[in-house]
């Protein structure tokens, strides 16, 4: 059975850190790319971060370019976001989702479940 799982959301103080976390089970990385999107509310969901299959490419949206970090783990089948520097912009619920390159919704074929994060003082 495929599943996305997502794990590592929480709250957060403006300028902390978090790193989430996306296991993957019932299908290899190699064949998708695996993306991160988020949806705060009462907006659409965006796309945040997305890397290839063979983890050579990366993209990223301009909001989050030198403060998040996507990565995988094929050991692990895990793809990971570290988010630093937070703002309180950056509250949402994180999607990770296999898609093909370089994510667009379009191209989602399965999606986690998602996690709340939240930056607040």
């Known amino acids: 059975q495929v599943q996305l799982v997502e794990s590592g959301g929480g709250l957060v103080q403006p300028g902390g850190s978090l790193r989430l976390s996306c296991a993957v089970f019932g299908f290899s990385m190699d064949i998708y790319a695996i993306g991160w999107f988020r949806q705060a509310p009462g907006k659409e969901r965006e796309g945040v971060s997305c890397?290839?299959?063979?983890?050579?490419?990366?993209k990223s949206a301009d909001s989050v370019q030198g403060r998040f970090t996507i990565s995988k783990d094929n050991a692990k089948n895990t793809v990971y976001l570290q988010m630093n520097s937070l703002e309180p912009e950056d509250t949402a619920v994180y999607y990770c989702?296999?898609?093909?390159?370089?994510?667009?919704?379009?191209?989602?074929?399965?999606w986690g479940q998602g996690t709340q994060v939240t930056v607040s003082s």
């Open positions: 890397i290839s299959s063979s983890g050579a490419f990366i």
């Open positions: 989702a296999a898609a093909g390159w370089p994510c667009p919704e379009a191209l989602v074929d399965y």
